[in-house]
């Protein structure tokens, strides 16, 4: 570990701080606005319903403003964005911004080949999202540096990004956590990694973007928007090893749900 991340950098799981995180959630309930991938809403909506949350998935654009302001904290993920969910996405960014609403960015499949929304994102990033959630190859690319992403597949190591993440999180005031085998959360000076999970986490559709929106909770719920980030690193790791079985992928997304309802940190 020493000799993939920075001198500082500390195993969140060691560091016995998760409990106050989630009971923070389950305190406060927090309202999240997802403005996110149309193939994962269900299980998206399911997974913030699991660790008591309550999720909204209000994307009209005439409706995402005021919405924003009613919310604790706001999604965007990017997965299948078109020109009007475009015109959301930023708007309820802006009013985040101006609102100070705590909020995620998901800059899904962002690169080369994919202009559109690539463009967009780099316009979300100068509404500064208190968190950006992505894998190496997602961060690598808004740093603007060459990467081997392949669609939603990050093709790039965790440690030919890690440079990026701190960079990133410098440059727009923001936390970043790359997400892959390890997790690696930075705001560009204080940084810790999450080891665990499973690798069935990549083989059932919305995982990821389900952290997201969990993140989103998370940072809504507490001000430590870094430690309330790895806090939702850490549970999705824990769940997904509690998951495991051997009757395949279906039921560990159906006991993923179950698990992350439960009291892991107890």
């Known amino acids: 570990m020493q000799q993939l991340f920075p001198s500082s950098t500390v195993d969140f799981l060691k560091t016995d701080s998760s409990q106050p995180y989630l009971e923070a959630v389950q305190t406060k309930r927090p309202l999240i606005h997802c403005i996110t991938n149309s193939v994962v809403e269900n299980f998206t909506a399911n997974m913030l319903l699991a660790i008591g949350a309550s999720p909204a998935m209000v994307t009209a654009e005439e409706e995402v403003a005021n919405f924003v302001n009613i919310a604790d904290g706001l999604l965007i993920n990017i997965g299948t964005v078109t020109a009007t969910t475009a015109k959301s996405m930023l708007l309820a960014a802006k009013t985040a911004n101006i609102a100070k609403k705590p909020w995620v960015l998901d800059p899904v499949a962002v690169g080369a080949a994919l202009p559109f929304r690539t463009n967009l994102a780099k316009q979300l ?142």
């Open 125 to 266: 990033l100068t509404l500064q999202p208190t968190v950006i959630r992505c894998n190496a190859s997602e961060i690598l690319i808004l740093d603007q540096k060459p990467s081997n992403g392949k669609g939603t597949d990050s093709q790039d190591s965790l440690a030919s990004a890690i440079l990026s993440a701190d960079a990133v999180a410098k440059a727009f005031n923001s936390c970043v956590v790359v997400t892959g085998e390890i997790d690696y959360i930075t705001d560009g000076t204080t940084r810790f990694y999450v080891t665990g999970g499973t690798p069935a986490l990549t083989r059932v559709t919305g995982t990821g973007c389900g952290l997201s929106a969990l993140v989103a909770a998370f940072i809504a719920s507490h001000q430590n928007h870094l430690s309330a980030a790895a806090t939702a690193c850490a549970l999705m790791a824990k769940a997904s090893e509690n998951s495991l079985t051997d009757r395949g992928l279906g039921t560990f997304a159906v006991s993923l749900i179950d698990n992350l309802s439960q009291p892991l940190f107890n």
